[in-house]
């Protein structure tokens, strides 16, 4: 933890009631609440409006003159970590990667700050701010400013603006049966920041993967030919796999031997250290769902709420292991093998 936070003896993880992604509202919930909200007239944006609403993509694409698009996002979560600099690292990783699960690249990027004023240092919030700041340098995205509010919980993230080339982009409804289904990051980070939240216990594993940006497997699946990708945040690997399954029109076949986990996460699991997004994520998926031999505690994996997590994308790409492939459409969207 930075000096700052640990002389104030702060732990931001006790801030809030939930933490990164996993505070999110449960995807079933958030389906109905946004049902229905198109424009009047759809068909007058068909041409400009490339990825809106209708599959729950990762962020919106307008293409633009010149034979561009720009790609418009925002994601912002209360603290996942009890270090502020960290936290302000993964909050900003995160809302650039829905740049980059689109194929896009983040250009400009601003804050959004909720902050308990009365109650924690505004020294904390400029070491997260300061985070958030180096992940964008990192990535090559400006940062101009952004807006703050005075909020009983603290909340930290981007609205990010990027480019990307209209006829080049990575889908949520372009998968097609044959082809391979490839996980850039390991799961479990998740299940590792609700013990950290419970024990105070550092999991640096976590961490670095939460802070590794998706701009080289993004990159990657655009220059393999892929079409089709998401990426893997708080409705997990099953959640954010049926809502591919299900806008492609296919299933998606898991083999679960071969998922890539962090260290520590299987016994995380078998301590209790399961969020109630990761079981609401189960809860929403199981309709959908052929879990052959799984076991629950497999299931609670798969279904980990994580934060900042890598790209499945259709497709196979260098250095990511295939979890499993796209078939023609089953009566489950999702089948575990």
Request: glycine fraction near 12%; charged fraction near 20%; include cysteine.
């Amino acid at each position: 933890m930075t000096d700052t936070a640990e002389r104030a003896g702060i732990r931001l993880t006790q801030q809030a009631h939930g933490g990164g992604c996993a505070c999110k509202i449960p995807p079933g919930e958030l389906e109905s609440i946004v049902a229905g909200l198109v424009a009047p007239d759809p068909s007058a944006y068909a041409n400009e409006l490339v990825i809106g609403l209708d599959d729950g993509d990762d962020a919106a694409v307008v293409r633009i003159e010149g034979g561009r698009a720009v790609v418009a996002t925002a994601d912002f979560f209360t603290p996942v970590v009890d270090d502020p600099y960290d936290w302000g690292r993964i909050a900003a990783t995160n809302a650039l990667s829905d740049v980059y699960a689109v194929g896009g690249e983040p250009v400009v990027a601003v804050n959004l700050l909720g902050w308990p004023r009365e109650t924690l240092s505004m020294d904390l919030a400029r070491e997260v701010l300061r985070g958030g700041l180096d992940v964008a340098r990192a990535a090559g995205c400006h940062v101009a400013g952004g807006h703050s509010v005075d909020d009983p919980e603290p909340k930290y993230g981007m609205a990010v603006t990027g480019l990307a080339d209209p006829d080049r982009l990575l889908r949520i409804d372009a998968g097609r049966a044959g082809t391979p289904i490839s996980l850039t990051k390991p799961l479990g980070v998740g299940v590792l920041n609700t013990r950290h939240k419970a024990t105070g216990e550092a999991f640096p594993q976590a961490v670095e993967v939460m802070t590794t940006l998706n701009r080289d497997a993004s990159r990657a699946a655009l220059a393999a030919g892929a079409g089709c990708a998401t990426d893997v945040t708080g409705f997990g690997l099953l959640g954010h796999l049926y809502k591919l399954a299900r806008a492609s029109g296919v299933t998606a076949v898991v083999d679960v031997a071969a998922v890539p986990y962090l260290e520590g996460a299987r016994q995380a699991v078998r301590d209790g250290h399961v969020s109630g997004g990761t079981r609401r994520n189960l809860d929403w998926v199981r309709p959908h769902l052929d879990p052959g031999r799984c076991g629950e505690e497999d299931l609670l994996l798969l279904a980990d709420a994580q934060t900042s997590g890598g790209l499945l994308v259709a497709g196979e790409i260098p250095g990511a292991p295939i979890v499993g492939e796209l078939v023609l459409a089953e009566p489950a969207a999702i089948r575990l093998a």
